[in-house]
């Protein structure tokens, strides 16, 4: 397909492209250059290949697509992505009774707010190629997102593989724009963990199987978003949830880079009715009228009332596991008490 016209210059394009996505409130953008991708196919095949995809089937498929995103859109030759900062200065409210709900579900799914505004991104790629087509993705569909990422020089992937932003750590959510214009491309930035392992000592369920490397059937986010509700949470896992109930952000709390980020813009990332955490005896009681109420629109609600439910119950045995410890730990000096 022959390249369509620009109606203006190639920068002042990919300048009015980049300026609109910061306007929309999007935090990052860099833009890639649609190549196949060859290296990082060949790990995903491994981490497939070894098993640590878990029970999430969708991963084997469309392996094409994730490696060339030609085979999505033919005729692709750009790849926009942007980084959208969820991260609100709230802390969790902790305590038995209690679960922690992980940052970026505290507020409205992102799956539902940035949409619209990747929508508006590619029209701005159509105010300069009329003819351009686009397709836009934000965890919708069969693409490495973090890889085009770190190609369009939005971060690196650190330790615990989620993308990290030299400017606002790695509270964000990414959005991709696949487009047939041409435009200016960025260069990918360099690894700044260096000799950091924060985040693989402070992983209470060790998921990180080796730095960049991420084993789902450990991860907590895994079990108490993704894994199906009539699945019961493996006891080696339930008695180190470190009290999560939907996600986890154990390896990005620690992580130093996450120390001075700035607050979001987007007001529908506050959490709603002020909620970090959820009560385990609200849980455990709620009607499937409440949770679908509640969580509408919000991303807990991936997890069905089913799964929220099999989540509180581990939390207890995790409560009641810290409990045990605690116990054996003082049991020693409570009998030398009860001998004399
Ligand atoms: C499947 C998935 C999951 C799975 C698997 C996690 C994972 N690490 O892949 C589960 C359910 C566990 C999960 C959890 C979370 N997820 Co998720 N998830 C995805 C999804 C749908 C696909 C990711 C994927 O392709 N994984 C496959 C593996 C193989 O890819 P990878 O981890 O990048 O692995 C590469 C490295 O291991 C690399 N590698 C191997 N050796 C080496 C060595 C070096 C030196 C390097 C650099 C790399 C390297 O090779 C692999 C392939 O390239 C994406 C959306 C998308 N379509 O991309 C969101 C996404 C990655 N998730 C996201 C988020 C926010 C989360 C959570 C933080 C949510 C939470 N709070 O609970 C956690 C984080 C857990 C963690 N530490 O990773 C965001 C991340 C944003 C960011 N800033 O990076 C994404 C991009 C969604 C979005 N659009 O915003 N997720
Ligand atoms: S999300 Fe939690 S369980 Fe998963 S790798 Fe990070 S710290 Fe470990
Ligand atoms: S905690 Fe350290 S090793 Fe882990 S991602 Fe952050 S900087 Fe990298």
């Not at 992102?110 to 505004?117: L, Q, R, S």
């Not at 790695?170 to 990918?188: H, K, M, Q």
């Not at 006891?235 to 130093?256: E, R």
């Not at 996450?258 to 609200?282: A, M, Y």
Request: charged fraction near 25%; proline fraction near 5%; aromatic fraction near 10%.
């Amino acid at each position: 397909m022959p390249q369509t016209m620009p109606t203006l210059s190639l920068e002042s394009c990919t300048q009015h492209i980049k300026r609109t996505a910061l306007n929309l409130g999007f935090s990052l953008v860099g833009i890639a250059k649609a190549e196949p991708l060859d290296n990082e196919i060949a790990s995903y095949s491994e981490w497939l290949r070894r098993g640590f995809h878990a029970e999430l089937g969708y991963m084997e498929r469309n392996i094409d697509k994730r490696h060339d995103v030609r085979h999505i859109l033919p005729s692709t030759r750009s790849v926009i992505v942007v980084g959208h900062n969820y991260f609100t200065p709230h802390q969790h409210s902790t305590s038995d009774k209690l679960g922690k709900i992980s940052r970026y579900a505290w507020g409205d799914d992102y799956h539902d707010v940035i949409p619209p505004k990747l929508e508006r991104l590619a029209q701005a790629v159509k105010d300069c190629f009329p003819t351009a087509e686009t397709k836009i993705y934000t965890d919708t569909g069969a693409i490495l997102e973090k890889q085009w990422a770190v190609r369009a020089g939005l971060g690196w992937q650190g330790k615990h593989s989620n993308i990290i932003s030299r400017e606002i750590g790695s509270w964000f959510f990414l959005g991709i724009v696949l487009t047939t214009a041409e435009l200016l491309y960025d260069r990918p930035i360099g690894d700044y963990c260096g000799t950091c392992t924060a985040c693989l000592e402070a992983c209470p369920t060790q998921a990180i199987a080796q730095p960049y490397v991420v084993d789902a059937r450990r991860c907590i986010a895994y079990w108490t978003i993704e894994a199906k509700p009539h699945h019961d949470i493996p006891s080696d896992i339930a008695t180190q949830l470190d009290s999560w109930i939907f996600g986890c952000d154990t390896c990005q709390d620690v992580c130093p880079w996450n120390r001075f980020q700035k607050p979001t813009t987007e007001q529908r990332f506050e959490p709603r009715n002020g909620e970090t955490s959820l009560g385990l005896d609200t849980v455990r009681a709620m009607t499937q009228k409440e949770f679908s109420d509640r969580f509408r629109k919000s991303p807990v609600k991936r997890t069905k009332l089913a799964g929220l439910q099999r989540n509180a119950r581990a939390l207890e045995t995790y409560y009641q596991h810290q409990g045990e410890n605690i116990q054996q730990i003082t049991t020693p000096e409570s009998l030398i008490r009860t001998e004399y």
